[in-house]
C-alpha cells in the first residue's frame, strides 16, 4: 500500500532551536510539495521539487526554512532558528507529472 | 489574500439536507481539483476537472468547473455524517514556467445526525 510517509508525527521545541522534518515519497512519483496549514492561512506552498530539482521557493522565508531532496527517496524541511509564528501542521506530497497529490499525514511542529 | 477564496468558509446542516461550496479565483486555471481531509489526516483528492463548463458527479457529490476555468463549485446532494470533513479546492498554474498546485483556505463542514 503505497503512501507519503512523514516523520516526526509532532514535534515540540523551543523557539530558537533547529528543526528538521523528513519525507519519503511514494516510490516512483518524480514531483514533491511542502505545504504548511494553520486555520488561519490555510494550506500554503513552500517548496515544489521536480525531478529532485527544486523549481518555487517562493512562498518559504528563506532566512530561516530550506528545502532540499538529497535523493529521489527522502525530502526535507528544516527551520533554524525555529520562532513561535512557525507552529503549524506541515504536509508532504508528491505525484506524477503533475497528477493527483498524495498527502503524507503531516508534522504537527509547536514551538514554545 | 488567497488566489483561490472557498465560500462558505463554514458549513453546519442537518443529516439530508444538500448544499453547495464554492471555489472562486480571478485566475484562469488548467485544471481545479477537490480534495477532503479529515482531522489527523493529510487531504485526500475527489476529484480532478479540466475542461470548462465540465461536471462531474461522484455519488452525490456534483463538481461543476466554471466556463471560464476561474471558479468551481461542489453540490452535496442529501448530506450524511461521513461527509464532515474540510473541503479544499486546488489549482493548477504556471508560476516562472512552472506548474504550482495551490490551494484555498477550505470550507469546514459538519452534517449533524
Known amino acids: 500500500d503505497a503512501r507519503v510517509t512523514q516523520t516526526p508525527r509532532h514535534k515540540v521545541t523551543e523557539m530558537g532551536q533547529e528543526v528538521t522534518m523528513r519525507c519519503q515519497p511514494i516510490?516512483?512519483?518524480?514531483?514533491v510539495f511542502w505545504y504548511r496549514q494553520t486555520m488561519m492561512q490555510g494550506l500554503e506552498l513552500l517548496a515544489y521539487?521536480?525531478?529532485?530539482?527544486?523549481?518555487?521557493d517562493s512562498g518559504m522565508p528563506k532566512d530561516r526554512f530550506s528545502a532540499e531532496m538529497p535523493d529521489a527517496t527522502l525530502a526535507t524541511l528544516k527551520i533554524q532558528p525555529s520562532e513561535p509564528r512557525d507552529s503549524a501542521v506541515y504536509f508532504c506530497?508528491?505525484?506524477?507529472?503533475?497528477?493527483?497529490?498524495?498527502f503524507g499525514e503531516g508534522s504537527r511542529l509547536t514551538v514554545l | 489574500t488567497q488566489l483561490l477564496e472557498q465560500s462558505p468558509q463554514f458549513l453546519s446542516i442537518q443529516e439530508g439536507e444538500n448544499l453547495t461550496v464554492y471555489c472562486n479565483s480571478s485566475s484562469v486555471f488548467s485544471s481545479l481539483q477537490w480534495y477532503r481531509q479529515e482531522p489527523g489526516e493529510g487531504p485526500v483528492l475527489l476529484v480532478t476537472?479540466?475542461?470548462?463548463?465540465e461536471v462531474k458527479k461522484l455519488k452525490r457529490l456534483t463538481f461543476q468547473f466554471g466556463d471560464a476555468r476561474k471558479d468551481s463549485s461542489l453540490h452535496i446532494t442529501a448530506a450524511q455524517p461521513g461527509d464532515t470533513g474540510l473541503y479544499l479546492c486546488?489549482?493548477?498554474?504556471?508560476?516562472?514556467?512552472?506548474?504550482?498546485?495551490?490551494f484555498g483556505a477550505g470550507t469546514r463542514l459538519t452534517v449533524k445526525p
Open positions: 516510490l516512483g512519483h518524480n514531483t
Open positions: 486546488a489549482g493548477k498554474i504556471q508560476v516562472h514556467n512552472n506548474n504550482d498546485m495551490r
Open positions: 506530497a508528491s505525484g506524477l507529472n503533475g497528477g493527483e497529490l498524495f
Open positions: 521539487f521536480r525531478n529532485r530539482a527544486p523549481l518555487d
Open positions: 476537472v479540466v475542461t470548462g463548463g
